[in-house]
């Protein structure tokens, strides 16, 4: 079964250019948004350990916070890759009934609970699972999965090991993670439940969409914002990284202009029957 291609118009926003992917010269570790009226602060304690969060993820708070996303109130929502914890907050803050945040990396736990108690958020209504999503298997099913999956390339000479590694990088040129989702969403969403997912115009984009799309899915393009390749982590890998991109944009894998790229905030709702595998 397929569904009807995405027709939505698509709102492109574009971010300022900074350098080596970044406006600022070091990662910041503490932020004050506001989220549907509300002020939230964000701590990152480790910011080498734990991502505190880039345009990237920024572009699909935007997102959630904007008209076209789906209803937050009294949902039950699964935060794939917390890290700092950012959704799990924002979605508490909007009044989700429950939220799981799932993090592979440790300190992601700790640290998205320390930001839901220091917003004055109910800690009753967030459960932490430290596991990669890939051996996850929940007793229940969600009404909304969020995510923003790791989207550039590994290569072996900027590899370190770290949670900014885990965060950032991932096999399969930068879709392992993309491609995990894909592969065990249909076990964490509850039918007609939403997917929503910034994805990287570096870890191909069409793949994700065709292959959601053929298992029933319907697909909206909620929002499109371009951005600097976020480089700063490996500035000095700059050229290693930009020729494996290169060589993923020469086999249709990625799309990306200089140093600018898009990320999309998806949207993919799942049909209320079964899906078609
Ligand atoms: C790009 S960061 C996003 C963090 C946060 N959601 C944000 O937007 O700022 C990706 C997160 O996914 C986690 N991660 C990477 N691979 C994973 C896996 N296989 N299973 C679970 N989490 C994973 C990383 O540790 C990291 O916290």
Known sequence: MTSAPDRTPKRRRVLPAGENGSLWETRPSCGIFEFRGVRLRLMVE??????????????LLSALNGDDAPVLEGVNALDLGAGSGIYSVALLAAGAERVTALDVNPASVAQTVANVTANGLDGTRLTCVTAPLEEYTPDERFDLVITNPPHLPYDPTYARGDGLETALVARGG?????????????????????LLMAHSSLADIPRTVAELTSRGYETETIEIFEMDIPLLAYAEHMETLQTRLKELRAAGRAEFDGSRFAVHALLFRRPPGPVSR
């Open 174 to 194: 930068g879709r392992a993670v993309y491609d995990a989702v894909i592969d065990r969403v249909d076990r964490f969403l509850a039918p007609g439940g939403s």
């Open 46 to 59: 480790d910011p080498a350990e734990i991502l505190f969060p880039t345009d990237c993820g920024l572009s």
